[in-house]
């Protein structure tokens, strides 16, 4: 993301990635509740992507991620930020829009993320849990976000 104002485009793959988000968050409670069976099914399953079909997205995800962090992370240590993931949520001194940044270096690794999933359910599982696939997403994009750019605005100050 440069210093100028995100473009139409990144904004709009963000407000989509926040829709879908919400969207299969109620898909997912609406069509298979919450219950033990389903809490332990969806952990279950969770562990068995590791060692399936399509475990590359396991290395391609964060890589995506590490890349937008990298420059963020940069551009943060340049304008003199410091850990951005607190600084977005508790730091009332913070500019605003902080986290809305992280939104939008992760709104593309997200989709990517989201449709690999979806897929992957398809192929493998031959149903769709929407909770799960958002889950894989956080875990294997914006968690690793987060994580690659205060690595990286500690390397650089």
Do not use: C, N
Not at 67 to 82: E, F, S, V
Not at 124 to 132: A, I, M, Q, S, T
């Amino acid at each position: 993301m440069s210093e100028l104002a995100p473009s139409t485009m990144a904004r709009a793959m963000t407000w989509l990635v926040v829709v879908l988000t919400i969207i299969l968050l109620t898909l997912g409670v609406y069509w298979y509740g919450w219950s033990t069976e389903v809490h332990r099914r969806f952990w279950a399953d969770i562990y068995d992507r590791i060692h399936g079909p399509m475990t590359f997205r396991f290395y391609l995800q964060p890589a995506m991620a590490a890349l937008a962090a990298l420059a963020d992370g940069i551009r943060d240590a340049r304008q003199g930020h410091k850990a951005f993931f607190w600084s977005a949520l508790w730091s009332p001194d913070a500019p605003k829009g902080r986290l809305r940044e992280g939104l939008i270096s992760t709104a593309r690794v997200v989709l990517l993320g989201l449709s690999m999933d979806v897929i992957y359910q398809f192929k493998v599982l031959d149903r769709f849990y929407p909770g799960e696939a958002l889950m894989m997403a956080l875990l294997l994009a914006v968690i690793p976000y987060f994580i690659f750019r205060w690595f990286v605005e500690q390397a650089v100050t």
